[in-house]
Every structure is written in C-alpha cells, then in structure tokens.
C-alpha cells in the first residue's frame, strides 16, 4: 500500500491549492480517508474525512473553505482549499483506515497508512 501527495506549494492569504493523493495496492472505494495536517510544534490534526459511500466531514476550522472529494476510478483522493489563512499552513497528509466502517470519523489510532506529506504555505 502506497499514498503519495502532491500540490502543495506557496501561497498568498485567501489563494486557493488543490491537494492531490494517489493510492495504491488497495481499492480507495472500499475504506475511509482522511487528511491531516501539522504544524511545526503543534499536533496532527484531522482536516477532512470521507466514508466508503461518500459522506464527508470536515474539522470547523475549515469547514466552508476546504472540500474533500474522490475519484474511485482513478483512485485519488483531493482536498480543495480555498480562502487560504496563514494558519493553515503546516504539512499535509493523507491517510486511510482499512478497518474503520463507521459514519463517524475514526480516531488517529484507526488509519493504518499514511503518505509522506506535502507542504502548504500560506503568506498574509
């Protein structure tokens, strides 16, 4: 199993960035994904998540701002971000849990594989 991230990079404040995450050794539609983030100094923290069916969640400080979707033929997992804070700025990553089957989101023990990162800067 393999998640690789890309499309961070450098923005300016209320900019927009399309995160991506292409998995593989498994079938994306069967397990619930996540993004995370972190900060230098601070927890991970759970941005988004998306079930097997499609149900989202989102942590409310993004939630407006950020959209989570995928694409289960191409196996790709996205994090759209939009109106961009300097507080979002941290490495970004994405995650699935292979044994997780409920609505709710799992908690950061459950997800099994992660990718490497991929940094977003923000600028005010």
């Known amino acids: 199993v393999q998640l690789v991230e890309s499309g961070g990079g450098s923005v300016q404040a209320e900019g927009s960035l399309r995160l991506s995450c292409v998995a593989s050794?498994?079938?994306?539609?069967?397990?619930?994904m996540g993004w995370f983030r972190q900060a230098p100094g601070k927890a991970r923290e759970r941005v988004a998540g998306?079930?097997?069916?499609?149900?989202?969640s989102y942590a409310d400080s993004v939630k407006g701002r950020f959209t989570i979707s995928k694409d289960n033929a191409k196996n790709t997992l996205y994090l759209h971000m939009n109106s961009l804070k300097a507080d979002d700025t941290a490495m970004y990553y994405c995650?699935?849990?292979?044994?997780?089957?409920?609505?709710?989101?799992?908690?950061?023990?459950?997800?099994?594989?992660w990718g490497q990162g991929t940094q977003v800067t923000v600028s005010s």
């Open positions: 995650a699935v849990s292979t044994s997780w089957v409920r609505f709710s989101p799992p908690p950061l023990s459950a997800y099994n594989y």
């Open positions: 050794g498994f079938t994306y539609s069967s397990y619930y």
């Open positions: 998306v079930t097997r069916d499609g149900s989202t």
